[in-house]
């Protein structure tokens, strides 16, 4: 069956008949709904591949996301795969399985797909990374959620995530815990943001020596970041600690519990659910990854319609204050500075 046996059978034109199929142009009610019953008795389903030659769009968007199983790059493609169907387009899902492995191949495969666009959950910062984004930006739109890479054709949305790593610092330091341990395990784009507002906090606040470690990835944020932690009980001295990631701060904070020690303010990054779930329940950095997305699907529809979005939208991120380090701890320390200064002067 074609949509030609269908405007036979509902009386119509064959442009009706397409108008209908499209959603696009004007209708009657009376023969809209004579097409769709024909269409839903019969099971005729269009020839997608007709449709992309007919308007130069294939009505699928390509997700590049570098490792599915982390759930900050899952949470992400269930919100754009759910804000794009809502659209009206099929999803084709890359997992490079890799935070730094050359995206090239990939954009080359979704191009062949002759997808409408292409969306990356983040990116790095390097030389080959951005010769590959703008690659495939001579060819498709694409779009990065969470990254930053300057270039025509390529839109980003992301979080401020250098100040409000800088501020937590801050805050850490201003409640009497200079000592900030930060764990890392991630090189991206997002993740450098973070390491330099940490060293530009320290550096302005602290008044003691950075203390950043690279966590190795291989078994898990969670069980690295514990291991760390193990390793260097009793030989580095830390009174807080800050992490790019929930899954870091919540395995180290397991760790401090297993070796007996007392807990220590800690602040996670991303606001997961891992954050809630964990007890006591983990104070969190939002970068609202669900407001990205939005972006990034508005931008997609506008550049699919012809406009001219802003190639880079910055949202500010937020602190979520919860028990492992609170609003009232900072208050109260300077509560009890002001009681200081006032009983000395009374010496």
């Not at 696009?24 to 019969?42: C, D, H, L, P, Y």
């Not at 169907?85 to 084709?92: A, N």
């Not at 050359?102 to 954009?107: G, N």
């Not at 498709?140 to 890479?149: A, D, L, Q, S, Y």
Request: with cysteine; charged share 20%; proline share 3%.
């Amino acid at each position: 069956m074609n949509i030609y046996d269908i405007a036979r059978m509902a009386g119509v034109s064959t442009a009706t008949v397409s108008r209908v199929i499209n959603h696009s142009g004007k209708v009657s009610e009376k023969s809209r709904q004579k097409v769709e019953e024909i269409i839903a008795r019969e099971g005729f389903i269009p020839n997608a591949f007709a449709h992309s030659l007919n308007t130069k769009q294939s009505a699928t968007v390509g997700i590049i996301c570098p490792v599915i199983s982390d759930v900050n790059h899952a949470y992400p493609v269930s919100e754009l795969s759910r804000m794009l169907r809502k659209e009206g387009f099929e999803v084709l899902l890359i997992n490079t399985e890799s935070n730094t492995e050359s995206k090239r191949p990939f954009f080359i495969s979704l191009i062949n797909r002759q997808v409408d666009a292409a969306i990356v959950i983040g990116c790095n910062n390097t030389q080959e990374e951005q010769e590959d984004f703008r690659y495939a930006a001579e060819h498709i739109p694409v779009f990065i959620v969470n990254g930053r890479i300057d270039g025509e054709n390529i839109y980003c949305s992301l979080c401020d995530e250098k100040s409000i790593a800088r501020e937590t610092v801050r805050l850490f330091c201003s409640a009497g815990h200079p000592r900030v341990l930060y764990l890392y395990d991630s090189q991206t784009y997002s993740g450098e943001m973070k390491l330099s507002g940490y060293y530009e906090g320290m550096n302005l606040y602290a008044g003691c020596e950075p203390m950043a470690i690279l966590i190795d990835s291989e078994r898990g944020s969670f069980f690295g970041a514990a291991d760390v932690i193990e390793q260097i009980s009793g030989k580095i001295e830390f009174d807080a600690i800050f992490s790019a990631d929930d899954s870091l701060a919540i395995g180290a904070m397991k760790a401090l519990q297993k070796i007996g020690r007392s807990p220590i303010p800690t602040v996670g990054f991303n606001n997961t659910v891992l954050g809630v779930c964990s007890s006591p329940e983990l104070t969190s950095i939002d970068n609202h990854l669900c407001q990205q997305c939005s972006i990034a699907i508005s931008s997609l529809l506008s550049v699919l319609r012809g406009g001219k979005p802003t190639q880079c939208l910055t949202l500010e991120a937020s602190l979520c204050w919860r028990n492992t380090f609170k609003m009232s701890d900072i208050q109260q320390e300077k509560i009890d500075r002001k009681s200081t200064r006032l009983n000395s002067s009374h010496m």
